[in-house]
């Protein structure tokens, strides 16, 4: 059977047109992925050759797949040749090869995240600035978003940026900007945003670099379309410029991502840009139950910016989507952990690893995590802390960058006094502030250290000397020596491992354990090098490709456990059963969000990603009260919840009827909100802080029984005694000791119908 055989019509006659430009629309669950790699394969059999073909992947993760899946097909000394990777990856080697063409040396080292924060703090600090004035993030935000969108730190001061710096009272950003980036150059680093910016500047300094690579990459395939930002789009155009064979799959109903930079139009305005492009369109959901992608259909359809396609299933029916109505947030994440619980318990899910809990914000997690844990339930939150950015990892990451490049000013500034050499963070702080004010690495600075600052002491300046003299000799053996023998020469002779394996404590192993663990990764990657391309990995490639490493290429095989993860981390995955907590509006959708048309279309692009993670069963939450700044405030389901048809939805006793609460409600908005008034919008959310939910009241009398020491009888948590009544803004609030579900904070006027006082 021919591999075309295994693909759809749609998907098909995507892989099989190579005449000129195309755009896929991949509905979730319509294996896009398959239709990259089979396109590839056909671009082969078709005569391509594997460094004629540029594929450009979101995930290095997804790249490794991919190759893995054509290698098995092709080979896998065809397949090495191919150039697949992730924008940042693609453009690092490119940058390695024409570095001679850019301001940058040849050994340059690539800043993660955290470095370049570090940084900026630093900047703030040495420019004597308020960080309450000038946050860290803030100002980092601020410099990535600039660069993703072609804005140098020479044309900061020309741009919409600086202008509302200027009314936000903070004009100093356009300075740190030019500090930062003269500090990296200095440094001889780049940060993740410039290994795009500085390929673009490249092409656009150098035209016959563009021409080189333009006529090199016959056919250039890009996934994840809808989520490229302007320096993308940039290089892709200017590379598919000479043969116009560019192939791009992506979903605008999932681009999520315009706080990152990215940009619908590029997707939405495919045929401007080509127009002789053919449009294909993957609409059968291979993932999810009928339900489930036509609830999913009628949520998007109520965005005006998009590409109409007709998702559907040929899967089972299954069952409605269960909208779970909690009295306050705490009762949620105990509802949600009850019922995880139960579905297990009845054999309605084999593992825990069956079920994951979506939700908005990071912050939404800590009730749901102390639910499972109440409940002894194990879990997993994607997004955590990333292996990579382990201190200790990062501390032995640290020298092998200044390994490689002693201009590495955040590596020198890590690791110069780990293990302890008596160098102190004030000497420090100097020596770095003589190295801005002289346009100087750290390496260089105290190298001249005596011309700068005669009075050092002795004592300071042998523990400098002999720090350099170790890294310099590191770096000596690394030029005869694979990434592996340099990095267990460096953990030995550093004094790193001995320093973790002097600490006993649990913590102390579990820190030595995963250095083991980085040693052992390096090692297993040299050994596949010397395998597949029979070459040595060397320590500078290795940091090429750890560098860019992202939370999204590690191992998630975390066995038995819950995922617990914002819906932004979502994306691209699925789970059978999901949980998509805190649906309430000015949560989901952000207060922020209603007040723009634009940014309600991403939120609801954003629910629509939510729910096309569920394969089997997706279960909808929100709560009537939710605390905000330590006190329980009203809160109303979401639009987005009434904007699914009734059809698909299971509301559980009462029926839909209880949601329908009047024209104050959030569900009596039109269905379709295409055309926002600013003013209306903020009436109708002044309207929902002060409205009053419903719910069946005993008498005044009834309530005055509920004091402390009383016992109750609650219908959900069972039976428990009051310890505290004390008087909120809502009315009376009691603190009840639960025997089974320990303590719970109540509103006693919603939660007077499913109280019993137990008499003794």
Known sequence: MSYLDELNEPQRAAVEY???????IAGAGSGKTRVLTYKIMHLLQ?????????????????????????????GE?????????????????????????????????????????????????????????????????????????????????????????CNAHKPLISKIYKLYVKKCKSANAMDFDDLLLQTQILFKNHPDVVKKYAEKFRYILVDEYQDTNSVQYNIVKALANIHRHVFVVGDD?????????????????????????????????????????????????????????????????????????????????????????????????????DFAILYRTNAQSRILEESLMKRQIPYKIYGGMSFYQRKEVKDLISYLRLTVNGNDDEAFLRVVNYPKRGIGETTMAKISQIATNNGLSVWNTVARIREFEPSIS?????????????????????????????????????????????????????????????????????EERQKTQN?????????????????????????????????????????????????????????????????????RRLFYVAVTRAQKKLSISFARMRYKWGQLSPAAPSRFIKEIDSRYLDYGSGGESK???????????????????????????????????????????????????????????????????????????????????GRKVLLLKYTLPNLKIIEN
């Open 659 to 741: 949601f329908q609460a009047g024209n104050d409600h959030p569900f009596g908005l039109p269905r379709h909100p295409n055309s926002l008034n600013k003013i209306a919008e903020e009436n109708r959310l002044k309207k929902l802080s002060s409205f009053k939910f419903s719910s069946t009241k005993r008498n005044d009398i009834d309530a005055e029984k509920f004091k402390e020491g009383v016992e109750i009888q609650h219908t959900t948590f069972g039976r428990g005694k009051i310890a505290t009544v004390t008087d909120s803004p809502n009315g009376k609030q009691i603190v009840v000791n639960f025997t089974s579900v």
């Open 458 to 526: 002795p004592r300071t300046l042998n523990s400098l000397a002999n720090f350099m003299k170790i890294i310099f000799g590191f770096h000596n053996f690394a030029v005869n020596a694979d990434a592996y023998q340099t990095a267990m020469k460096i953990a030995s002779e550093s004094g790193i491992l001995e320093d973790l394996k002097a600490d006993k404590t649990n913590e102390g192993q579990s820190r030595y354990e995963n250095i083991e663990e980085l040693l052992n990764g390096i090692k297993a990657l040299c």
């Open 535 to 603: 070459e040595p990995l060397t320590l500078a490639q290795y940091l090429d490709d750890v560098s860019l490493m992202t939370d999204a290429d590690e191992d998630k095989g975390d066995s038995n456990k819950v995922s617990l993860l914002t819906i932004h981390s979502a994306k691209g995955l699925e789970f059978k059963n999901v949980y998509l907590a805190g649906v309430e509006e000015g949560l989901f959708p952000s207060a922020k969000s209603v007040m723009s048309e634009k940014d309600l279309e991403e939120e």
């Open 77 to 165: 000394d065809d397949a090495s040749k191919l150039w697949m990777g992730t924008f940042h990856s693609v453009f690092l080697k490119i940058l390695r090869v024409e570095i001679e063409k850019t301001e940058y040396q040849k050994n340059f080292t690539i800043y993660d995240a955290e470095d370049a924060k570090k940084l900026v703090k630093n900047i703030i600090k040495d420019m004597n600035l308020d960080d309450k004035k000038y946050p860290v993030n803030e100002v980092y935000n601020r410099i990535t978003t600039s660069k993703n969108g072609l804005v140098t730190a020479e044309e900061y001061e020309a741009s919409p940026y600086y202008a509302d710096d």
């Open 18 to 24: 190579i005449d000129g430009p195309a755009l896929v």
């Open 253 to 353: 109903a999932q681009s999520i991502y315009s706080f990152r930079g990215a940009q619908i139009e590029n997707i939405l305005n495919f045929k401007r840009d080509y127009k002789e492009a053919q449009i294909f369109k993957l609409e059968q959901n291979y993932r999810s139950t009928q339900t489930i992608v036509n609830a999913a259909n009628t949520v998007i359809a109520c965005n005006s910016r998009q590409m109409k396609k007709n998702s559907f299933s040929e899967n089972e029916t299954g069952e409605k989507i269960r909208v779970m109505e909690n009295q306050a947030d705490n009762d949620e994440g105990f509802n949600i952990a009850a019922d995880i619980l139960k579905k297990i318990d009845r054999g309605q899910a084999e593992s825990f690893a």
């Open 46 to 74: 078709s005569g391509y050759k594997p460094w004629n073909i540029l594929a450009i992947t979101f995930t290095n993760k997804a790249a490794r797949e991919m190759k893995e899946r054509i290698a098995k097909k092709i």
